[in-house]
């Protein structure tokens, strides 16, 4: 869908499945000694309801835009940091990946760091829901103010 | 005249659409943008406080909606 680039860092809302292969690849470079990797997969129970799927909808532009203003702000508050992201919408099977981020240090603390401060940012600020599809055939928009996302 | 608001997943259910073209002259305040839309149909569905987008960018509600402006009504985001 869209993309943004700039030199160690990508971002992007994306309608096919995750190559977190391709992903590893492309935030390797020669001065990475640590590669610390976030999924996001879709599980088949929530809140004691089996789960058979998960719809995601963004805003895309906007949601590209956040992402892309989380990647960098954490680039620069960890110096070094190239990071990967990618977050995926329409229609996922279980154990399918909805987000993935990678994020690449010379040293493993801020690599780990890194991951951990876009997944956290970005359930906060990012225009993306997700609809649980039951087994029962309901469906139902989930809101993190509500319960336990 | 009318002012154009995006709308997303509970909430384009809510109105049973994904733009609400809203009865109002800009420019306004967000706030009286929220303040109409809420008694539109499925209006009754917004919680106290819907949080908006201009421009792709998020706003507080004192701010000002200018004609051409990009609008979006934004349900609680639920991402990763």
Redesign the interface.
């Known amino acids: 869908m869209t993309v943004s680039e700039r030199d160690g860092l990508h971002v992007a809302i994306v309608s096919a499945r995750i190559d977190v292969g391709a992903l590893l690849t492309r935030a390797q470079a020669p001065g990475v000694g640590a590669v610390s990797m976030f999924l996001g997969t879709v599980r088949d129970l929530n809140d004691g309801r089996p789960v058979s799927g998960m719809e995601y909808e963004a805003y895309g532009p906007m949601a590209e835009s956040e992402l892309r203003a989380i990647a960098e702000e954490t680039c620069g508050r960890i110096a070094g940091l190239r990071l990967v992201v990618e977050h995926r919408v329409g229609t996922l099977d279980i154990g399918e990946a909805s987000v993935a981020i990678v994020a690449a240090h010379a040293h493993r603390a801020q690599a780990m760091d890194g991951a951990r401060e876009v997944i956290e940012a970005l359930k906060r600020r990012v225009p993306i829901w997700k609809r649980e599809h039951y087994l029962s055939g309901d469906r139902e928009w989930l809101d993190p103010t509500k319960v336990q996302a | 005249m009318s002012i154009p608001v995006?709308l997303?997943?509970?909430y384009a259910?809510a109105f049973g659409a994904r733009r609400l073209d809203v009865p109002l002259d800009a420019p306004c305040q967000v706030a009286d943008l929220v303040r109409v839309i809420r008694s539109m149909p499925g209006g009754d569905r917004l919680?106290a406080a819907p949080l908006v987008?201009v421009n792709?960018?998020?706003v507080h509600e004192d701010v000002a909606v200018q004609v051409g402006d990009e609008i979006?009504l934004?349900?609680?985001?639920?991402?990763?």
């Open positions: 995006l997303f997943a509970s259910d919680p987008a792709r960018t998020w979006a934004i349900p609680p985001v639920a991402g990763g």
